[in-house]
């Protein structure tokens, strides 16, 4: 099976940076649009994880979720096979355990692609920022 495993997370204080990663041993980023997602505390797995971006294929499109607009960046290099996800003026809101996945397809309609070829989520990685 295709895991993903993502790396970089750690505890900050409001207005500070991380610069979260993801790679995979099986699944090559260049052949896919990448997505993170995140899980916030206290909610209900069932509902979901919530986009919080994505970049094609080509690393030609990204797309955020409003929240973060102007203070995530996604990039990917493909030679390496990583996924990043710069995050800057963080903010308490932003706490959550950060995932990386597939997506089907990179725009404000764009969800997780799980299964088969592209694999399950991994353990993912903590985000805490303090007030």
């Known amino acids: 099976q295709v895991y993903m495993e993502e790396s970089g997370g750690g505890m900050v204080q409001s207005g500070g940076a991380l610069r979260l990663s993801c790679t995979s041993s099986r699944l090559t980023f260049a052949n896919y649009d990448m997505g993170w997602f995140r899980q916030l505390p206290g909610s209900n797995p069932s509902e979901g994880r919530e986009v919080v971006g994505c970049i094609s294929w080509n690393g030609m499109t990204t797309y955020y979720q409003d929240s973060v607009k102007g203070r995530f960046t996604i990039s990917k290099d493909n030679a390496k096979n990583i996924v990043y996800l710069q995050m800057n003026d963080l903010q308490p809101e932003d706490t959550a355990t950060y995932y990386c996945?597939?997506?089907?397809?990179?725009?404000?309609?764009?969800?997780?692609?799980?299964?088969?070829?592209?694999?399950?989520w991994g353990q993912g990685t903590q985000v805490t920022v303090s007030s």
């Open positions: 996945a597939a997506a089907n397809g990179c725009g404000p309609r764009s969800g997780v692609r799980l299964g088969g070829e592209v694999g399950y």
